[in-house]
């Protein structure tokens, strides 16, 4: 045993025997039908996020399929008088890479970076300059340490539900959900492509955003309808285009409404390197029950600023199941089978899955031009939702 590895056995051990005399911790449970997670957090940062993430989380798998061999992880996310340390060991350290590895970094290079120690024993995820993530293979334990970045919840939230796609339990889509309370329409682009803006632009109508960025579905095809990710990424020329809404909400930003003059062409372009970042519950308040948790419509969007009329067409499920299967089989999904050793035969039937949850959902795809506000009654009349 090499001495990063006997370093690591210890941090695990100091943790556990720290936790069980520590009365402050809160433990959390995440339950599907063949993972468990009991998240003990020493982190007030987190209290709140855990406590809803759970809440709606356990609402979704009612147990009616409980499963009594479940999987187990343990997660203990820690202070941020614990990062400094962790950071240490990342960049101090003689850690190694693998196979699975090196596929995750490549496909995250600009956010996040793996490491694994030699003997295949202890994997270490570093995103961002806030966020650590440390997984013990053989326990099945992690610890979790961040800054106190109220962006590091988004990856907290994410990195507890990769091993939930692992299993298959959970899918999941890059795209937003906005909701008239029966209706569920799920907006999926490329990257810049309009997400946000359309979700801005139901809102604006009355709508409510129930997701943003990443949206997740259970294995039955029910909705998580939480914001794992915390916070929109507002651009420029989509600002300004919703000025009066943002300022209603007491969202002003000088430095954008200095520029209200500028053509919506040029603020488009410039649009894709100056952007605000928005706390997802200052711009989502109000928030109605929903009557439905399921999705009932797929919009691909895809905004061009040299697009005079908005084109609207129906889209086969296939293209719709494809963008779950990229999330369902991406290096990241992919490190996690490896670290919880799922046999590759539990997952086999993801495709077949999709198609059957997601049969009766209405998919379109959606090409606009910057014009897309005169254009919402069209839009909703050719989607069929009155």
Same mark, same amino acid.
């Given at each position: 045993?090499?001495?990063?590895?006997?370093?690591?056995?210890?941090?695990?051990?100091?943790?556990?025997?720290?936790?069980?005399?520590?009365?402050?911790?809160?433990?959390?449970? *995440?339950?599907?039908?063949?993972?468990?997670?009991?998240?003990?957090?020493?982190?007030?940062?987190?209290?709140? %996020?855990?406590?809803?993430?759970?809440?709606?989380?356990?609402?979704?798998?009612?147990?009616?399929?409980?499963?009594?061999?479940?999987?187990?992880?343990?997660?203990?996310?820690?202070?941020? %008088?614990?990062?400094?340390?962790?950071?240490?060991?990342?960049?101090?350290?003689?850690?190694?890479?693998?196979?699975?590895?090196?596929?995750?970094?490549?496909?995250?290079? %600009?956010?996040?970076?793996?490491?694994?120690?030699?003997?295949?024993?202890?994997?270490?995820?570093?995103?961002?300059?806030?966020?650590?993530?440390?997984?013990?293979?053989?326990?099945?334990?992690?610890?979790?340490?961040?800054?106190?970045?109220?962006?590091?919840?988004?990856?907290?939230?994410?990195?507890?539900?990769?091993?939930? *796609?692992?299993?298959?339990?959970?899918?999941?889509?890059?795209?937003?959900?906005?909701?008239?309370?029966?209706?569920?329409?799920?907006?999926?682009?490329?990257?810049?492509?309009?997400?946000?803006?359309?979700?801005?632009?139901?809102?604006?109508?009355?709508?409510?955003?129930?997701?943003?960025?990443?949206?997740?579905?259970?294995?039955?095809?029910?909705?998580?309808?939480?914001?794992?990710?915390?916070?929109?990424?507002?651009?420029?020329?989509?600002?300004?285009?919703?000025?009066?809404?943002?300022?209603?909400?007491?969202?002003?930003?000088?430095?954008? *409404?200095?520029?209200?003059?500028?053509?919506?062409?040029?603020?488009?372009?410039?649009?894709? %390197?100056?952007?605000?970042?928005?706390?997802?519950?200052?711009?989502?308040?109000?928030?109605?029950?929903?009557?439905?948790?399921?999705?009932?419509?797929?919009?691909?969007?895809?905004?061009?600023?040299?697009?005079?009329?908005?084109?609207?067409?129906?889209?086969?499920?296939?293209?719709?199941?494809?963008?779950?299967?990229?999330?369902?089989?991406?290096?990241?999904?992919?490190?996690?089978?490896?670290?919880?050793?799922?046999?590759?035969?539990?997952?086999?039937?993801?495709?077949?899955?999709?198609?059957?949850?997601?049969?009766?959902?209405?998919?379109?795809?959606?090409?606009?031009?910057?014009?897309?506000?005169?254009?919402?009654?069209?839009? *909703?009349?050719?989607?069929?939702?009155?």
């Amino acid at each position: 045993m090499n001495n990063l590895t006997t370093r690591l056995y210890q941090i695990f051990n100091n943790v556990i025997k720290s936790v069980n005399n520590r009365p402050d911790y809160i433990l959390y449970k *995440l339950s599907s039908d063949n993972l468990l997670t009991k998240i003990f957090c020493g982190n007030k940062l987190c209290f709140d %996020n855990l406590k809803n993430l759970s809440s709606k989380f356990n609402k979704l798998f009612s147990n009616l399929y409980a499963n009594r061999n479940k999987k187990v992880i343990r997660v203990f996310i820690m202070e941020e %008088n614990f990062y400094p340390y962790i950071e240490f060991l990342f960049n101090h350290f003689e850690w190694s890479i693998n196979n699975h590895v090196r596929e995750f970094n490549k496909a995250v290079f %600009n956010t996040s970076y793996a490491k694994c120690t030699p003997d295949d024993k202890f994997y270490i995820i570093k995103c961002y300059d806030y966020f650590y993530y440390l997984y013990d293979k053989e326990s099945n334990q992690c610890l979790i340490t961040i800054k106190n970045e109220k962006r590091a919840l988004s990856m907290v939230n994410i990195l507890l539900l990769v091993p939930y *796609l692992a299993y298959g339990d959970l899918f999941a889509i890059h795209g937003g959900v906005v909701s008239n309370g029966r209706n569920n329409i799920l907006i999926t682009s490329s990257s810049l492509g309009g997400k946000t803006t359309f979700s801005l632009l139901f809102l604006e109508n009355n709508w409510q955003i129930i997701t943003e960025e990443t949206t997740y579905i259970t294995k039955r095809g029910g909705l998580l309808d939480y914001p794992v990710r915390n916070y929109f990424n507002i651009r420029i020329g989509t600002y300004l285009e919703f000025k009066d809404l943002f300022i209603k909400m007491g969202i002003i930003n000088e430095k954008f *409404l200095s520029m209200s003059k500028r053509n919506k062409n040029n603020l488009f372009d410039l649009g894709k %390197n100056q952007q605000i970042l928005i706390d997802f519950e200052i711009l989502c308040k109000n928030k109605s029950k929903l009557y439905n948790k399921q999705i009932t419509h797929v919009l691909n969007i895809s905004l061009k600023k040299d697009i005079e009329n908005m084109i609207i067409h129906k889209i086969k499920l296939t293209e719709i199941i494809n963008k779950f299967l990229e999330i369902s089989n991406a290096p990241t999904t992919m490190l996690f089978r490896n670290l919880m050793k799922i046999d590759n035969s539990k997952i086999r039937k993801i495709k077949k899955n999709l198609k059957k949850i997601l049969l009766k959902v209405q998919c379109y795809s959606v090409i606009s031009g910057l014009n897309y506000r005169k254009n919402f009654n069209f839009l *909703l009349n050719k989607i069929e939702i009155k």
